[in-house]
Every structure is written in C-alpha cells, then in structure tokens.
C-alpha cells in the first residue's frame, strides 16, 4: 500500500481510526521486510557455488530470498546457507522473473544458455566463467580496482568476473600503478587445483592416496600429467603462440580492467595443493618506487594483508589464506636488476577473492550504486 493511500485512508473520517492504523501498521510492516534482494545463486553444488552461499550468508548481504541452482541431476540436493539449509532447484526449468540477481558459476556451454534467459528475465547476471570477459558490452569488474566500470552492465544486463589469477593481481597492482604507473608485469602462478572445480581436488586426493597403495592405479583425468608430489606448467588449452589460455586471459584481463598500456607476461603452473593460489610478480615501473614505500601503499590499500617479515615464516603460504578475504602480500623486494623494479609474493583464496568473494563484492557494489534496495 503507498503511503498517501494510508493518509486518506487515515484521513478519511468513515474510515475506522483503529483498523487504518492496523492496515497502516501491516503495510509498514511489509516495506519493512521487503528491503532485501531475490538472489540466485548458479552452479550451488560447486566449488564456487558454495562458497558463494557461504559469503552471502558472512557478510549479511541482505537477501528476501536465496535459491539454489544447478543441473537436474542435483535437484534436491542440499546446500548450506549461513545456519540454513536449501535445497537445489533445477537449473533448465527455473524462471528468474523476479530474481534480483543472479551469480553464476557454471561453465561457459552451460553459462551460454541460461545466462541470457536470466539477463532477459530482468536479473542482472554475475558471471565467473570466461565466456563474457572480454566482451566490449560486459563490464569486468574487481570492486577494489575498478568499480566506476559497473555502469556498464545495463547493456546485457550482464557483469563478468575476472579469472582467480588475474583477481588477485590486479588487487595488488592497482596501487603500485595509481603510484609509479606500471610498464611491464612478468608473473610466474602456483595454481591450487581447486581452481579445476570439484574433479580437480577429488584427483589431487585420490592420486595422492594411490601413491601409497600401488594396486589402485589413478591416472591423470582432469590434469594433463600426474598432479600428486608434482608441478605442471600447462592449464587451459595451448595457443598457436605457445602459451595458455590461462596465461593469455591474466593479460588480457589485466589490461581491460587497469589499463590496456601495461604489459603483462605470465607463465601459470598448476601445484599439488587444495585451495590457495600463488603467485611470483615482478613489476617494473616508469617512476622509482622504493620498496618501503610499497609496502607502505599495499598496508593502506583496499583488499590487501601485507605479512612481510625477513625472517622464517614472515610470509604467508596458500594454507593461511585459506576461508580469508584478503589478498596477502609478502617478500616485496626491490629488483637490482633494472632500474625501476620490484618483485613480491602474492597469495589468495581462489575460491574467494578468486571467484565467490569477488562476485559477492560486486553483487554489493550493484546493490549499493544502482539497485539501491535496501
Ligand atoms: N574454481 C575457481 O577457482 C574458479 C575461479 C574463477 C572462476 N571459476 C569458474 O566458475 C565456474 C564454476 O567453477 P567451479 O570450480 O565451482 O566448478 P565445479 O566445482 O565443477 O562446479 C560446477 C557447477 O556447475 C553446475 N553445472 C555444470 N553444468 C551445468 C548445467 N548444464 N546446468 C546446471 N548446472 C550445471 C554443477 O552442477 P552439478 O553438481 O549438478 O553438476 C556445479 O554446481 C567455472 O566457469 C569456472 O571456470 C572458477
């Protein structure tokens, strides 16, 4: 009911005073209630999908409604949200009409086909697969690096979210370029196999386990060679240049969401380890940047944990960052090789600032800029 209807029925000296202030109160009641977003959640029974629920729930985002997606062969399975429990819903026969928003974590085949049923519905999409980043109408957003870019998504209806390696990065070199303007990036990943969905660390597991009893054989399925006590310089297809996808999208990304002039080159490398990425970055700047002063920029920058002693263990490791929001800078060093150089050590949950995390931040950023619903 709208508030002038309320007034005249106030108003209105037929009207029963004791029953419009109950019909007030009840309406009242109902805006009250009705501040929170319709949220969707796609992909719920993944990796991403439930760390998704699970950061909804962490940082309160307000919600009227949640509801769980993913493929028919799910439906009614369980899923946590916060101290709740959903259950899945059937992705194929699902309508977002409705639906504030929708955070997407399948892959790209199946994101091609219902992201823009969603889109269409009204629902803005937040997408983590790759199909939409490197569209010119999508905006790809990192909301501690560029959330000016999310007055773009009204052209699709659509935002996409970065790569778990090129998330964490351009998190930490948005400072160090507002600062001394970044030239040239050579980037060197340690990739927890968690970032290959579910199968991954069910081969990391399995393989690992195999090594100690010889009888059960586990071959590489998801990985190109064996995963377990071994490294694997190889992720996402090969291209003619000869480098990786993978590689090929921290470059592209980086420059479509700081600035098109930094060059980027990355070698991405897949280890044995559950959740957590890594990377080796080394920066050369057109202006001297001193590394206490860098240090001192990334202690005061959004997103970032600078743990940076010179001593055993003054750094941070994949274990650590695990369920955390931050991403964590260490070993930041001059480079005495150039002129303008630094390199530092970069780790991050990829499942979080990698992925769920991220599309959260940007869900919060919508609502905050442009729904403006609560
Ligand atoms: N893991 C990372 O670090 C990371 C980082 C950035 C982006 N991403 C991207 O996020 C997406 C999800 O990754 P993930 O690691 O969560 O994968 P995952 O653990 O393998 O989970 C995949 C999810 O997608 C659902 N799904 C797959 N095909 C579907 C279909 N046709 N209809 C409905 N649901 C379908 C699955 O549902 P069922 O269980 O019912 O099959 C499952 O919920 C991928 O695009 C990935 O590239 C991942």
Known sequence: MSKSRERKLVC??????????????????????????????VGATGNVGREMLNILAERQFPTDEVV??????????????????????????????????????????????????AAKAGCVV????????????????VP??????????????IIANPNCSTAQMVV?????????????????????????GKAGIDELWDQTKS??????????????KQIAF??????????????????????????????????????????????????????????????????DILRVSPGIMVVDKREDGGYVTPIECVGDFATFISRIRQDSTIDNGLNLWCVSDNLRKGAALNAVQIAELLGNRILKKG
């Open 144 to 157: 501690e690096v560029n959330p000016e870019a999310i007055v773009g998504y009204s052209k699709k209806n």
């Open 68 to 117: 769980a997606l993913a493929s028919r062969k799910s439906q009614g399975t369980q899923v946590s949200y916060g101290d709740k429990t959903l259950k899945c819903k059937d992705l194929d026969r699902f309508d977002f009409t409705g639906f504030d928003i929708a955070l997407f974590a399948i892959g790209s085949d199946a994101t091609k086909i219902y992201a823009p049923k």
């Open 126 to 141: 937040i997408d983590n697969s790759s199909l939409y980043r490197y569209d010119p109408e999508v905006p790809l957003i």
């Open 230 to 295: 071994n490294v694997i310089p190889h992720i996402d297809a090969f291209m003619e240049d000869g480098t990786t996808k993978e590689e090929w999208k921290m470059v592209a990304e980086t420059k479509k969401i700081i600035d098109t002039k930094i060059k980027v080159t990355a070698t991405c490398v897949r280890v044995p380890v559950f959740v957590g990425h890594c990377e080796a970055i080394n920066i050369e700047t057109e202006e001297f940047l001193d590394e206490d002063e860098a240090r």
């Open 172 to 196: 930490a070199l948005k400072p160090l370029h507002d600062r001394a303007t970044i030239k040239r990036v050579v980037v060197s990943t340690y990739q927890s196999v968690s970032g290959a």
């Open 12 to 41: 209105n000296p037929g009207f029963p005073r004791g029953l419009a202030r109950v019909i007030a109160r009840a309406s009242l009641d109902i805006m009250e209630i009705k501040v929170g977003y319709r949220i969707a959640v």
């Open 211 to 224: 090594i100690y009893n010889p009888t059960d054989d586990k071959p590489p399925r998801q990985f190109t």
